[in-house]
């Protein structure tokens, strides 16, 4: 029995307050594991209501760790979302999209044949330390009162402020040209999608986010995390 999981929690956890790590599948939303929780534990502990919050939003194509806080530690949730993230993921070299993931089509295409391993590597560690980033418009963000995935669906242009974020460290794992692995460290509020974009960029190419799943928050790792049915969605 996992530690954070929801076969490890007592009625005294969802009064008191208590964390679970999940490992958020492919195309799930992190609402949807929210509502997933939420159901468990109503059936399991047979009561109408529990407060269930996640601390720090996956995109549907991202894998990987969330914390769910239950009860009083949602209370605790920007304490969560404060720690650092890893994560381990996939480049595709030579072609752009508009969301900068394969949530979108294709619309660039650009030489990467000359390409290699030490540029990728060189290049990484360039993106060590304090940098400014733009998110991408296909984001939850706010301008202006709207979202800008909204200004995005409407094709409207509008000036993306950036924000400041940290990388602890960038490793290039792997090169299978055109696909790009990595492992990334860094800070709160960091888009791997906008980093996968500047990363062609200064490559005088073209890149976007092929794979991407989330290892550890913090102390806490996706190996401790417990898996959840695919095929049930509450």
Not at 4 to 25: C, H, Q, R, T, W
Not at 125 to 143: C, H, L, T, V
Not at 196 to 223: H, M, P, Q, W
Request: glycine share 6%; hydrophobic share 35%.
């Amino acid at each position: 029995m996992k530690e954070y999981s929801i076969d490890s929690f007592s009625i005294n956890d969802i009064k008191e307050g208590k964390i679970i790590l999940v490992d958020k599948p492919l195309r799930w939303t992190s609402f949807d594991v929210v509502k997933y929780i939420r159901k468990s534990l109503q059936l399991k502990f047979k009561i109408k209501k529990v407060k269930v919050g996640h601390a720090g939003t996956l995109d549907p194509l991202a894998t990987g760790l969330l914390i769910i806080c239950i009860g009083k530690q949602t209370k605790s949730i920007s304490e969560y979302q404060n720690l650092s993230k890893t994560y381990t993921g996939k480049f595709k070299l030579g072609e752009s999209t508009l969301s900068y993931d394969a949530e979108t089509d294709v619309n660039e295409k650009f030489e990467y044949e000359h390409i290699t391993l030490d540029d990728l590597k060189n290049l990484a560690d360039e993106f060590i330390g304090k940098n400014m980033q733009k998110p991408p418009i296909f984001s939850a963000i706010k301008k202006d009162g709207k979202r800008l995935y909204e200004y995005a669906r409407e094709n409207k242009e509008i000036d993306i402020d950036e924000r400041e974020i940290d990388i602890y460290n960038f490793e290039i794992i792997d090169f299978t040209s055109p696909y790009v692995n990595f492992k990334i460290e860094c800070s709160k509020g960091t888009y791997i999608r906008s980093i996968a974009n500047d990363f062609g960029k200064r490559l005088n190419s073209g890149s976007y986010l092929y794979e991407l799943r989330r290892t550890k928050i913090g102390d806490f790792c996706v190996l401790n995390a417990m898996d959840i049915n695919i095929d049930v969605k509450t």
